[in-house]
């Protein structure tokens, strides 16, 4: 299972993903579901996917592949808009889905790939997108200024309780580790490393890149703090006296 989150505040942009991958619980691998493409001063587009690992390599390779192509062809690196980004991120899963899709249902597996793309391309302001399996997409708001993908129901509740676009980015980078602790307590398919990103508004450059292991001295506290805080909050909390 995957678990990645991405915000777009008034600041910048916050982009998380864990990195544990399984098929069975005696087949666990870790693998990256991040990938950044970077243009100082003109572009930082940046990449999370969840579902099937090699339909979503596939996706990543074929862009990949197109940065090669003749400039007068759209790619990655010379799209004028996020928009753009997201349109190419769509076709590439459509091109994955119609190549190995029939054969993968072949042998009942399944080839359903989601992937976040946002960023910011000189010229134009920060956008993020939802890229379903299908290559449609649809676009974040003032009103809904964050996504999901993978096991999102438990970290959900912290995200709407806190995130606006309004919240500065350090609290909101301790609002998204929550949200992965949350998700993790409750989902063994979910685990560390966690890559996490902060691109600032308007830079055109990656503010801060880091992967944080089994370990990581604030996170440990973050855990343990926010475990007991929910304890301590919940036994303050009256009784119902219409059990007695």
């Known amino acids: 299972m995957t678990y990645c989150v991405a915000l777009r505040l008034d600041a910048g942009m916050i982009f998380a993903s864990d990195s544990r991958t399984n098929a069975g619980v005696d087949h666990v691998s870790t693998f990256t579901k991040m990938r950044v493409f970077e243009k100082a001063d003109d572009r930082v587009i940046v990449v999370l996917s969840s579902g099937n690992l090699a339909m979503t390599q596939g996706v990543i390779n ?29 076709d ?19 080839a359903g790939a989601n992937m976040l793309v946002g960023g910011q391309i000189k010229g134009e302001g920060m956008r993020l997108f939802h890229v379903y399996a299908q290559g ?8 809904t200024p ?12 912290i995200l709407d309780r806190v995130v606006n676009t309004g919240t500065p980015q350090k609290e909101a980078a301790k609002c998204v580790l929550i949200s992965f602790d949350s998700t993790m307590k409750s989902n063994i398919s979910v685990g560390l490393p966690i890559d996490l990103l902060w691109l600032p508004r308007d830079s055109l450059r990656v503010g801060l890149q880091q992967r944080i292991r089994d370990g990581d001295p604030y996170f440990t506290m973050l855990r343990s703090r926010w475990g007991g805080g929910l304890r301590r909050v919940f036994g303050e909390l009256p009784d119902p006296d219409w059990l007695e």
Do not use: C
Request: charged residues 30%; without cysteine.
């Open 92 to 110: 590439a899963l459509r091109e994955m889905q119609r190549k190995d899709g029939p054969f993968l249902m072949q042998s009942n597996i399944d």
């Open 136 to 143: 449609n997409f649809i676009e974040a708001t003032d009103e």
């Open 146 to 157: 964050y996504f999901q993908l993978g096991e999102s129901k438990y970290g959900k509740p």
């Open 62 to 90: 074929i862009l990949d592949r197109h940065a090669h192509a003749p400039e007068d062809e759209p790619t990655i690196w010379n799209v004028e808009s996020m928009y753009d980004a997201a349109q190419l991120l769509g």
